[in-house]
């Protein structure tokens, strides 16, 4: 908490809640997705573990993270690593900007493409809604 120039970045804090542009946080929380399905690899579950821990699609830059952080990328060794010296705070907010940037930009294809289900479209909010009511 006491850290300077270090800030817990929007990314960095959705890799560590595990919610952000993961198949099982759109499906279960967000419901814009029909499955917590990873559209990287067709895993059953995409979760901010599993982006972090096991898809395929990131092992280039997973292995960038490993070299620096350790072998262990399990919630509380990542902390504990970032937390115990500069480099691995770096290194992890680098992975996090690159990869949920990357993943925010395809989700981002999926919504605009001509054949998107309905549930995939960007819903509105409360206020927009009533806003728009108001001009009617």
Do not use: N
């Not at 890799?15 to 917590?36: K, N, V, W």
């Not at 990328?73 to 705070?89: C, H, Y």
Request: aromatic content about 6%; hydrophobic content about 35%.
């Amino acid at each position: 908490m006491r850290r300077k120039r270090k800030p817990l970045t929007f990314r960095l804090t959705q890799i560590l809640t595990g919610h952000g542009c993961f198949g099982d946080y759109l499906c279960r929380t967000a419901q814009r997705e029909p499955t917590t399905e990873c559209h990287d690899c067709g895993a059953a579950v995409d979760s901010a573990q599993h982006t972090l821990e096991v898809c395929p699609r990131w092992a280039v830059l997973r292995q960038g993270l490993t070299s620096v952080v350790g072998g262990d990328l399990s919630l509380p060794s990542v902390i504990t690593a970032m937390l115990g010296d500069d480099e691995s705070w770096k290194a992890m907010v680098s992975f996090c900007e690159t990869v949920m940037s990357q993943k925010e930009a395809d989700e981002r294809r999926r919504e605009e493409a001509a054949d998107v289900a309905s549930i995939r479209g960007r819903r509105m909010g409360v206020r927009r809604r009533r806003y728009l009511m108001r001009l009617l």
